[in-house]
């Protein structure tokens, strides 16, 4: 049988049979010997051991298509990125680094801002304005209301999708309007600090229909974009691309350079200031950490 692995918990691996079914598995030996983990989202041949019980063996680990290190997930078609739009505020930085991260694993970003009933149009259009000219689908919800969580269940139908995002921002609430039976917790935001508390505790699949399963993972507060070069940062601003024609060097990294198409467009309000910014700070920690 196949099946995609959902959960794994102290070295048993819960494998979803695509229907309505989930097993209780180990995995073989021969997988360590092979220096192969089985990761959630992973696709699997298994054996049931005991049909009744729900219990079985993955036998066999199928061809990943990509596999993501934080959170360690296989086979993600895209990820859905949901910060609230107030309460808290956005961290953009952080934001940034998470949009590099999936551009450097090349996997589709959907961004959702959250909290909607909370804010005035100004803020959406503001946001709108940022993401949507670096080229994301940026989208405006209510998850406690359920405005907008149609356009997201459309988004994700057929898909594997992982949801990410700061904690407190409503990421549970958007999983639990998604696919009920999910019953994530939804942690109440700290008045003192305007955080959630984490309450995704481990990484897991939810199956919401056929071919369609999301990944509610554990809040982040923190990305360090550390394992590159600080020469292909710019890979990852894909709005950069339109302008760079016109910078003079060739592999111009649209920091110090005098003649840049990129600082050009930034000074003329083509290109949004705080992802500039973002940029040239992620670039400085890059360019530090060589130094050392």
Same mark, same amino acid.
């Given at each position: 049988m196949t099946g995609k692995i959902i959960k794994g918990i102290a070295g048993f691996y819960y494998v979803h049979d695509g229907r309505e079914k989930v097993y209780e598995c180990r995995a073989k030996g021969i997988f360590r010997s092979r220096k192969i983990k089985p990761l959630v989202g992973d696709d699997v041949e298994f054996s049931v051991l005991d049909e009744e019980a729900g219990t079985g063996n993955i036998d066999e680990i199928l061809p990943r298509k990509n596999t993501l290190i934080r959170p360690a997930v296989a086979n993600v078609d895209q990820a859905l990125v949901v910060f609230a739009i107030t309460q808290p505020d956005p961290n953009l930085n952080l934001l940034d680094r998470f949009l590099v991260m999936m551009e450097r694993a090349g996997v589709p970003v959907v961004l959702c801002f959250n909290k909607i009933d909370l804010c005035r149009e100004e803020l959406m259009d503001q946001y709108r304005q940022i993401y949507e000219s670096a080229g994301y689908? %940026?989208?405006?919800?209510?998850?406690?209301?359920?405005?907008? %969580?149609?356009?997201?269940?459309?988004?994700?139908?057929?898909?594997?999708?992982?949801?990410?995002?700061?904690?407190?921002?409503?990421?549970?609430s958007l999983t639990n309007a998604i696919q009920p039976e999910a019953e994530m917790e939804t942690g109440e935001i700290s008045e003192k600090i305007?955080?959630?508390?984490?309450?995704?505790?481990?990484?897991?699949?939810?199956?919401?229909?056929?071919?369609?399963?999301m990944m509610d993972t554990p809040g982040f507060s923190s990305m360090y974009v550390d394992d590159m070069e600080a020469g292909e940062l710019k890979d990852y601003f894909p709005e950069f691309a339109a302008f760079e024609k016109d910078?003079?060097?060739?592999?111009?990294?649209?920091?110090?350079?005098?003649?840049?198409? %990129?600082?050009?467009?930034?000074e003329q309000g083509a290109l949004s200031s705080s992802r500039y910014e973002n940029y040239r700070l992620i670039?400085?920690?890059l360019k530090?950490?060589?130094?050392?």
């Open positions: 689908d %940026v989208h405006f919800i209510s998850a406690r209301n359920e405005v907008g %969580v149609e356009v997201i269940q459309d988004y994700i139908r057929g898909k594997t999708t992982v949801l990410a995002g700061p904690s407190g921002v409503g990421k549970s305007k955080r959630g508390k984490h309450t995704t505790r481990h990484s897991e699949l939810f199956y919401v229909e056929e071919n369609t399963y910078c003079k060097f060739t592999g111009c990294v649209h920091i110090g350079e005098k003649v840049c198409g %990129v600082k050009a467009a930034l670039y400085q920690e530090e950490k060589r130094r050392y």
